[in-house]
C-alpha cells in the first residue's frame, strides 16, 4: 500500500486537472427479458443505453485502455468508458453482441471455466466465445468455477487458502490462452469479494484485480481494486446512470481501514485522505448500505472518516462517498465494499 501512496503522491503533483483522467467501467450481467432483474437489463435497455453513448460522443475503449492508464498514470479523453460483461451468459452473444457491434464497441467478457466444461445450456461455449472475440471482444478470467474467493475451506490456513485461489487463477488463465489464443492477466473478483491478502497475492502475480464498487477509474485507482459501475435492475435506470457516466475518480491518495474482509468489526471505521482542491469537500456526502445518507467527519482540510450508525449485515455492503467539482459538471464518486460472515462463521447463501 505504501508504494501505491507515494505513486498517488507524485500524480497528485503531476495532474491538476482530474476531471480529464477519469474513465467509467461499466458492468453488466444478462441482456434480456427472462433473467433475475437484479441482475439483468433488458435488450431494450441495453439498447438504449448504447445509444446514449454513441448519440453523445462517448469514447468506447476497450478494458484494456483504462487499465493501462491507470496503470501508467495517462490521461484519456474525456467522456472515456470500457463496457464489461461477467460470467458470460449466451443472452450476451444473443442481444448484446449485435447492438454493440453496430455501434463499433469493444467490449471484455469475464468468464468461468467449469460451467463452459459442464456445457450449461445458458452459457457460452468456447467456438461461441472465440466468435465473439474475433468480433470485438475481449475474454478474460472470472475464476475456474465463479467460487467465493474469500472463503477457506475448513481446516485451511491462509497459507494454503492462498496457494490454492493462486492456482486457480493460472489454471484459468492457461485455459483461455489455449482457447482463445490471448492472456490479460486480469481477473474480475466473482461476487465483488476480495480482501488485502488475496489483493496482495494479485499483485505479486502481476494481475490486474476488477470489483463490483462503484466510482470512476483513473490515476488514484488501486490496480488491485477497479471500480466499476453495475448496470441492473435499480441501477439501470437511464436518469441515474447519466450522472455515473459523467462521474469523477476520486482523488484519494490513503486510506486507513480499507480492509474490505471484516472481522470483529460490524460498524468499520474508514479515513480517507484526499489530494488537490477541487473537491466540493463542504459538500462531500457518504451513504451507508441499508442505512441512508451520513455526513463524514472532518479530520483537516483534506481527510474524513466515516462509520455506520448500526453494524453491517453479514454479505456485501458498502460505503459511497460522493462530492461535486469545483471545475466540472461531474461528481467525484468512491465506494468501500465490504464482506463479512456470520458470527458463527458461515456464510449467506448468495
Known amino acids: 500500500m505504501n508504494r501505491n501512496v507515494v505513486r498517488l503522491a507524485i500524480v497528485a503533483g503531476l495532474f491538476c486537472a482530474w476531471p480529464s483522467l477519469a474513465s467509467v467501467i461499466l458492468q453488466y450481467h444478462h441482456v434480456s427479458e427472462d433473467t433475475p432483474a437484479s441482475t439483468s437489463v433488458t435488450p431494450a435497455q441495453f439498447a438504449e443505453q448504447m445509444a446514449y453513448l454513441a448519440d453523445n460522443d462517448f469514447n468506447v475503449v476497450p478494458l484494456n485502455d483504462v487499465i ?102 493460472r489454471q484459468t488463465e492457461a485455459i483461455i490462452e489455449r482457447e482463445i489464443g490471448y492472456s490479460v492477466r486480469q481477473l474480475a473478483y466473482p461476487y465483488g469479494e476480495f480482501n488485502q491478502a488475496l489483493r496482495t497475492r494479485l499483485a505479486n502475480m502481476d494481475y490486474v484485480g476488477i470489483g463490483q464498487h462503484s466510482g470512476a477509474a483513473g490515476p488514484y485507482s488501486s490496480l488491485t481494486a477497479i471500480p466499476r459501475y453495475p448496470v441492473a435492475g435499480p441501477y439501470a435506470d437511464m436518469s441515474a446512470l447519466k450522472v455515473k457516466l459523467h462521474s469523477l475518480n476520486m482523488p484519494v491518495t490513503k486510506l486507513e481501514g480499507e480492509e474490505s474482509q471484516l472481522v470483529d468489526r460490524d460498524r468499520p471505521t474508514l479515513t480517507v485522505t484526499l489530494a488537490g482542491d477541487d473537491v466540493r469537500t463542504d459538500a462531500l456526502m457518504c451513504y451507508i448500505q441499508g442505512q441512508g445518507g451520513k455526513a463524514p467527519i472532518w479530520l483537516d482540510d483534506h481527510s474524513f472518516s466515516i462509520q455506520a450508525d448500526l453494524p453491517l449485515p453479514a454479505g456485501r455492503s458498502r460505503y459511497n462517498c460522493t462530492a461535486p467539482s469545483k471545475t466540472s459538471g461531474g461528481y467525484y464518486w468512491f465506494s468501500q465494499p465490504w464482506v463479512q460472515a456470520r458470527a458463527d462463521g458461515s456464510w449467506p447463501e448468495e
Open 68 to 169: 493501462d492508464a491507470v496503470r501508467q498514470r495517462q490521461a484519456l479523453p474525456p467522456k472515456t468508458v470500457a463496457i464489461t460483461f461477467d460470467d458470460g451468459y449466451q443472452n450476451v452473444a444473443d442481444n448484446a453482441h449485435p447492438i454493440l457491434r453496430r455501434h463499433q464497441f469493444p467490449y471484455t467478457l469475464f468468464v468461468s471455466i467449469a460451467p463452459i466444461e459442464q456445457n450449461y445450456g445458458e452459457m457460452l461455449d468456447w467456438d461461441a466465445l472465440r466468435a465473439l472475440s474475433r468480433e470485438g471482444a475481449t475474454i478474460a478470467n472470472h475464476s475456474y468455477a465463479h467460487d467465493h474467493l474469500i472463503r477457506r475451506l475448513d481446516g485451511e490456513t491462509q497459507a494454503a487458502w492462498l496457494d490454492r485461489i493462486e492456482a486457480d487463477i
